[in-house]
């Protein structure tokens, strides 16, 4: 069966670059969800979308943005990284229905120098 | 308030022998779905139990059992016969209905299994 696609699974930036990680959610999954795991951490909601709108937000950074696509597809854009931002991202998909039940993806793992 | 404990940080044990990780939650709903993840040293999220507010039956799957106790908000997972290959951290989860009305997961800080051989 599909999974949730994330690419890239690496990324290495610098201090004040910008990223952008993106998430394809489990085919006719509409609702996507980000999280953020920094190192020794559990995972922390960040933000989530349905249909294109914004249904949930989190302890996100106002750096960060993220948006949903027409394909369902989402996208989460950090800019002016910190060394702080080094995490793992995970995205996970659901149906809007049964949004208790969440589908991870294997996670982008960013890196910040 | 929403909240997961997993009071065990880490825990060693010698392989074979049975080890049982604590999950305590706190919610204030009356349907909720609780879960439990490993992950391994290369940091993916596999799912390996949900359990919903209304199904308070224990389960086993293979060497896996959970025990689910609402009167106390504990959703214990017990290894038994621990191999090497089981050595991970562990996280236990709720799914949280929010005012927005979407879930989230609410994970504990995890417990991290070392088996030794």
């Known amino acids: 069966a599909a999974g949730v696609i994330q690419s890239p699974r690496h990324l290495i930036k610098e201090k004040r670059e910008t990223a952008t990680l993106k998430c394809y959610p489990i085919?006719?999954?509409?609702?996507v969800y980000w999280y953020q795991q920094g190192p020794g951490q559990d995972p922390q909601f960040l933000i989530s979308?349905?249909?294109?709108?914004?249904?949930d937000k989190g302890s996100i950074p106002d750096r960060f943005s993220a948006q949903q696509f027409s394909d369902y597809h989402s996208e989460l854009n950090m800019s002016s990284l910190e060394l702080g931002d080094s995490a793992l991202y995970f995205c996970?998909?659901?149906?809007?229905?049964?949004?208790?039940?969440?589908?991870f993806g294997p996670g982008t793992r960013l890196t910040v120098t | 308030a929403q909240k997961v404990t997993q009071a065990q940080t880490e825990i060693s044990v010698v392989e074979k022998e049975d080890v049982t990780l604590d999950c305590v939650y706190e919610?204030?709903?009356?349907?909720?779905?609780l879960f439990w993840y490993k992950q391994p040293p290369s940091g993916e999220l596999v799912f390996l139990i949900r359990?919903?507010?209304?199904?308070?039956q224990n389960e086993i799957s293979g060497r896996y059992s959970w025990n689910f106790q609402k009167s106390t908000s504990s959703f214990n997972f017990t290894i038994t016969a621990s191999q090497v290959v089981d050595s991970a951290v562990y996280f236990c989860?709720?799914?949280?209905?929010?005012?927005?009305?979407?879930?989230?997961?609410?994970f504990g800080t995890g417990t991290r299994l070392k088996v030794l051989a």
């Open positions: 919610t204030r709903d009356t349907t909720y779905y």
């Open positions: 085919p006719r999954h509409d609702t």
């Open positions: 996970a998909s659901s149906f809007r229905d049964r949004a208790y039940e969440q589908y």
């Open positions: 989860a709720l799914s949280a209905f929010s005012t927005s009305g979407t879930y989230k997961y609410i």
């Open positions: 979308f349905y249909e294109k709108m914004q249904s």
């Open positions: 359990r919903n507010s209304f199904d308070e």
